[in-house]
């Protein structure tokens, strides 16, 4: 499995979450070290949420520690789905929230400066003054991960940032992960789609409560991981040197009708 030879910002060790009833997330061990690109898979309900709550400190373990570098900061940008769009707030001032308590017209010339600089980094040139809502699902999205970066983070973490985006988009917002990945921003995401995106990421975590699986693509997409942590058997194929995961049962299901074909 892969393990990060870079400086370890977070470690989970024995990590145990609760809300106050049984564990969500129970027993995780993980490091995620500087300058890594993890994706996070594994069902609704499997606690993916949770782990980077905790990862950023906003849910403590009832069991286990967490680890964080002294110096580490963090960037987040939440499920797009959780927002609230009709909200009366404009793209620079979104990006702002997290720097300053001042609205965007009351904002210093060198942060609009430097939003505007982000933004236009973004392919979100001349939107500073647009309302959110106005926008499309993926700029909706860049604009999030605009606000997360204000903070120069060192590690960005992200909800499902390609849940409900086109295909294009999803491209365009793993390019940009990419991008900022080489310039040393290490990034955990969480994603459902295991083809379209976790497949591309250089380290995949099957996670179903615990970490089923830790390495690279092609280490962790296996039949028996992926069974064990979605609960329904799979398929992986591969194609160009990548897999492709496919539904167990569908697949058998093809098998059949081929044979009455035939």
Request: glycine fraction near 10%; charge should be negative.
């Given at each position: 499995?892969?393990?990060?030879?870079?400086v370890?910002?977070i470690t989970f060790?024995?990590v145990?979450?609760t809300?106050?009833g049984?564990?969500v997330?129970e027993?995780?061990?993980?490091?995620?070290?500087k300058?890594?690109?993890v994706?996070i898979?594994g069902?609704s309900?499997?606690?993916k949420?949770?782990?980077?709550?905790a990862?950023?400190?906003?849910?403590r373990?009832?069991?286990?520690?967490?680890?964080?570098?002294e110096s580490?900061?963090m960037?987040y940008?939440?499920?797009?789905?959780?927002?609230?769009?009709?909200f009366?707030?404009?793209?620079g001032?979104?990006?702002?929230?997290t720097?300053?308590?001042r609205?965007w017209?009351?904002?210093t010339?060198?942060?609009?400066?430097?939003?505007?600089?982000l933004?236009?980094?973004?392919?979100?040139e001349?939107?500073?003054?647009r309302?959110?809502?106005?926008l499309?699902g993926?700029?909706?999205?860049?604009v999030f991960?605009?606000?997360?970066l204000?903070?120069r983070?060192d590690?960005l973490?992200l909800?499902?940032p390609?849940s409900g985006?086109?295909v294009r988009?999803r491209?365009e917002i793993?390019h940009v992960?990419?991008?900022?990945n080489?310039?040393g921003?290490?990034?955990?995401?969480t994603?459902?789609?295991?083809?379209?995106?976790?497949?591309?990421?250089?380290?995949?975590?099957?996670?179903n409560?615990t970490?089923?699986?830790d390495?690279?693509?092609?280490?962790v997409?296996r039949?028996y991981?992926?069974?064990?942590?979605?609960?329904?058997?799979m398929?992986?194929?591969e194609?160009?040197?990548m897999?492709?995961?496919?539904?167990?049962?569908?697949?058998?299901g093809?098998r059949?009708?081929?044979?009455s074909?035939?």
């Amino acid at each position: 499995m892969l393990i990060s030879r870079m400086v370890s910002l977070i470690t989970f060790d024995h990590v145990s979450c609760t809300y106050g009833g049984p564990a969500v997330i129970e027993d995780v061990h993980l490091t995620i070290g500087k300058g890594d690109f993890v994706g996070i898979v594994g069902p609704s309900g499997s606690g993916k949420t949770t782990l980077l709550r905790a990862l950023l400190g906003t849910v403590r373990p009832v069991h286990g520690s967490i680890e964080r570098h002294e110096s580490v900061r963090m960037g987040y940008v939440p499920q797009v789905e959780t927002v609230d769009w009709n909200f009366p707030v404009t793209v620079g001032e979104v990006v702002l929230m997290t720097r300053t308590q001042r609205p965007w017209p009351s904002s210093t010339k060198a942060e609009r400066v430097e939003v505007e600089s982000l933004l236009e980094r973004l392919g979100l040139e001349g939107l500073a003054k647009r309302h959110i809502r106005e926008l499309s699902g993926g700029q909706q999205q860049r604009v999030f991960l605009a606000r997360a970066l204000v903070q120069r983070p060192d590690l960005l973490v992200l909800d499902e940032p390609t849940s409900g985006v086109d295909v294009r988009t999803r491209h365009e917002i793993l390019h940009v992960l990419e991008d900022l990945n080489e310039e040393g921003i290490g990034i955990v995401l969480t994603t459902h789609d295991l083809n379209g995106l976790a497949a591309h990421l250089p380290r995949l975590v099957c996670f179903n409560r615990t970490v089923i699986a830790d390495g690279a693509p092609l280490e962790v997409l296996r039949p028996y991981f992926l069974e064990r942590t979605y609960g329904a058997p799979m398929e992986v194929l591969e194609h160009g040197g990548m897999p492709v995961v496919v539904d167990g049962m569908h697949s058998f299901g093809r098998r059949l009708r081929d044979r009455s074909v035939s």
